[in-house]
């Protein structure tokens, strides 16, 4: 397991036993509750739906502009041209199978270095994700709403997330 993988781990790991701890170390939830009552609640308690959307599209764009400095788009892309190349190739040689075999050996080796180089801004964004769900639960469980009438705090966060994420990622020009 290479550098950049154990860190990822390690990520994933403290993600976890932060977001398991909430409840039991109080210095975590409070200090969180501390930050986005006043900011975030304050927009949600001004106007849930709007407050919502506000808050959603900070969150992506935050999330958004840490992939666009974390990622090599330079790699990415090379790395997309050999894939789209490996791809035609493998049209062309259909009917031969140790070839088929010798290009999906190398798009296979392909993966961990697309794999590190995609989940590298996880790194920076993963705890503070983490943090801000556990609060929105706490928020929400505490103020019975439905966002836009019917959705659930998570359900319109992932909705509007992924809107949000597809229109910055274009603007940013992200792959």
Request: proline fraction near 4%; avoid cysteine.
């Amino acid at each position: 397991m290479n550098k950049g993988m154990k860190v990822m781990l390690l990520v994933m790991i403290v993600s976890l036993v932060i977001a398991s701890l909430w409840n039991t170390i109080p210095f975590i939830k409070d200090t969180i509750h501390l930050i986005l009552n006043p900011t975030a609640g304050a927009l949600l308690n001004w106007n849930t739906d709007i407050g919502m959307i506000i808050v959603t599209l900070i969150i992506i764009l935050l999330i958004t502009l840490v992939q666009k400095f974390t990622i090599d788009a330079e790699t990415m892309a090379e790395i997309k041209k050999e894939q789209k190349f490996l791809k035609e190739e493998m049209k062309t040689y259909k009917e031969h199978p140790e070839k088929m075999m010798e290009l999906q050996k190398k798009q296979l080796e392909m993966i961990p270095r697309t794999f590190e180089i995609t989940m590298k801004p996880l790194i920076y964004t993963a705890i503070p994700i983490i943090l801000f769900f556990r609060w929105f639960n706490d928020y929400f469980t505490a103020v019975d709403v439905k966002i836009f009438g019917f959705f659930s705090w998570f359900w319109a966060y992932l909705l509007l997330s992924i809107i949000f994420s597809l229109i910055l990622r274009k603007i940013l020009k992200l792959p």
